[in-house]
């Protein structure tokens, strides 16, 4: 442990190799969670209570690098061994104990994700203060005066509550340390795909994440010049690195142009299943099995299907209404019209931090109640609407080669597979022989589910060829051929 030996190397050897075992045990457990659906009830309390112990192991030792006082982490370690022993001198509750499906236990799941993130926040915190030291990496956090009447102190607490979250949420290590979790669970899921674009899809997504998510704008380009680099510096939109400021006016608007062009071409699967860190943190093994729980929960089942539920419409008009107050303000502030700020913040930048630093964390965390993909379902994601928007009146759709097999497959695995829930594409299958929704991001599970090999995608690359006469390539999956389809 870092704090057994008062030694600048062994801190940072034991910060990063220590790290690195948690990360790695972090690995295991969601594999064994994948693999084994049905749990030991007492073994899966077991775990929980591990995990709060990791999560205060990690919250003590970023409290100890910070104030150089050890008692939550001695606190934590003490923890570990009374949980260890407890289990190795019960053994008997652990055989009689009733097997349970943890995918049917949305509280259980919603403590396990809430412990997980809670333990990954503080480790990433450990590994920034370590990088960056603490000083310097702290004093990157600037926090509001708590004074004045009760309402101002709240809206202060709130605010330094929000930043202080999305200084770690939104710091390099932290996505460095997720991109090893979750990328590992994508590598497993490579390994278990069959469709070929799928497969591919999958390893560029890797490859996005880490390149052009973390090591471009946090390693390799100066943090002064992101502004006015489209794509990259500005990849989210509106607020990601700078105010809307006529100075940064050609990073922001050809952000939008090369996103608007993609999507309009291929799909906001370049976005929202490609670029977006969080198409990794949704596709690995582990997390893609939750989508159950967008068919068993109240709330998912609400947001089901490729309707604009009310949920969307009230949550969508909110964002929208908050981006366009934030930009405005922020642009007028940046042109001394006005003076307007978030407590010394640029707006468009705070709600930038507050939606995809903050919130997004939050809705994440929600999947046992409201089911994967949140940032899709419930419209909280206006970068991601965009596109989706965009896409929905461009090239790409899914198609089917036989209407008939839809018609007769028994099963209809498609609408089962989708993690965004659109429980309306057999219908539309059926009824056009395509699918085409706004909500669709070209996931694939439903190309990757087909036992007919009945579905495929189609974007510009398929319009082409179909107006150049070339012979359109066809999906290969050794499942069940089209002549065991299914008889009247």
């Known amino acids: 442990t870092p704090t057994a030996i008062a030694n600048t190397r062994w801190e940072e050897v034991s910060v990063y190799v220590g790290g690195s075992m948690m990360t790695a045990m972090f690995i295991y457990v969601f594999d064994y969670l994948y693999k084994h659906r ?5 073994f899966g309390e077991y775990i929980f209570r591990l995990l709060v112990v990791y999560t205060l192991m990690m919250g003590g030792l970023f409290l100890w690098m910070v104030t150089r006082q050890p008692a939550l982490f001695d606190v ?7 949980i260890y022993f407890d289990g190795v001198l019960s053994p008997l509750r652990y055989a009689e104990s009733k097997q349970r499906s943890w995918l049917l236990e949305p509280s259980w799941t919603f403590r396990m994700l809430v412990a997980i993130f809670a333990a990954e926040f503080f480790m990433g915190g450990v590994f920034d203060l370590e990088y960056y030291g603490a ?3 702290l004093s990157a956090l600037t926090l509001a005066p708590l004074m004045g009447n009760p309402l101002n102190v709240a809206g202060a607490a709130a605010y330094n509550f929000v930043e202080a979250f999305s200084l770690i949420t939104g710091s390099a290590w932290y996505l460095v340390m997720m991109g090893a979790e979750m990328g590992s669970l994508v590598v497993f899921r490579i390994r278990e795909v069959k469709v070929r674009e799928t497969r591919i899809r999958l390893t560029l997504m890797l490859l996005a994440y880490f390149a052009y998510a973390v090591l471009l704008p ?3 380009i100066p943090s002064r010049k992101l502004p006015n680099i489209p794509f990259v510096g500005q990849a989210m939109g509106i607020g990601t690195v700078s105010p809307v400021a006529p100075a940064f006016a050609f990073g922001i608007v050809t952000t939008y142009l090369i996103y608007g062009a993609l ?3 291929f799909g906001a699967r370049v976005l929202c299943s490609g670029t977006c860190t969080a198409a990794t943190m949704y596709q690995g093994t582990f997390y893609d099995a939750m989508k159950s729980f967008n068919r068993t929960t109240k709330t998912g089942r609400k947001l089901l299907g490729s309707r604009i539920t009310k949920t969307y419409k009230a949550t969508s008009t909110l964002v929208w209404i908050s981006l366009v107050v934030a930009a405005t303000a922020s642009y007028l502030n940046s042109v001394g019209v006005v003076h307007i700020t978030v407590y010394g913040q640029d707006a468009a930048q705070f709600l930038y931090s507050f939606y995809f630093n903050f919130l997004w964390y939050i809705v994440f965390m929600l999947i046992p109640f409201i089911g994967t993909y949140g940032c899709v379902t419930t419209g909280m994601c206006h970068w991601g609407m965009t596109n989706q928007w965009i896409s929905r009146l461009g090239f790409f759709r ?11 497959c028994p099963t209809k695995d498609c609408s089962r597979a989708c993690p965004v829930g659109l429980t309306d594409m057999p219908g539309q299958f059926i009824a056009k022989g395509e699918f085409r929704a706004s909500k669709c991001i070209g996931v694939g599970d439903c190309v990757e589910s087909c036992p007919y090999g009945n579905i495929y995608f189609y974007d510009v690359r398929n319009w082409l060829r179909e107006k150049l006469g070339i012979k359109p390539r066809t999906t290969t999956i050794h499942m069940i051929q089209l002549k065991d389809s299914p008889k009247g």
């Open 76 to 82: 934590s370690i003490v923890g570990e061994m009374l």
């Open 218 to 220: 946090y390693f390799v």
């Open 135 to 137: 000083h310097t990496f």
């Open 263 to 265: 999507s309009l071409l």
């Open 38 to 42: 049905r749990l030991n009830s007492v």
């Open 398 to 408: 899914l198609k089917v080669r036989d209407r008939e097999l839809c018609v007769k």
